[in-house]
């Protein structure tokens, strides 16, 4: 099977977590605004990451055990950042 290129490979796993990402920001920037209240948006730059991780994670290709360990750690770092920050 011959080696799909680069380009190929990388764009899904890029943008789809980075559309999730923007998304989740917007609602909680829409939800700030409304409830004039800032700091909502602070509480969830862990989770998005993690949120983030698991897109790329369904998006993405490469070994799904490792992607997974790797989104799981990085969801356990975004849960502890946001409890941190509330």
């Known amino acids: 099977m011959p080696a799909l290129p680069l ?11 980075t559309g999730a990402v923007l998304l989740l920001f917007l609602a909680q920037w829409v939800a700030s605004v409304r409830l004039q209240d800032a700091s ?6 862990g989770p998005a990451f993690a949120l983030g991780a698991w897109v790329a994670f369904a998006a993405g290709q490469g070994w799904p055990p490792r992607a997974a360990l790797v989104s799981s750690l990085v969801s356990l770092w975004g849960l502890r950042l946001g409890w941190h920050i509330h």
């Open 7 to 17: 380009a190929q490979v990388l764009w899904p796993a890029l943008l789809w977590p």
């Open 40 to 45: 909502l948006v602070d509480r969830f730059w």
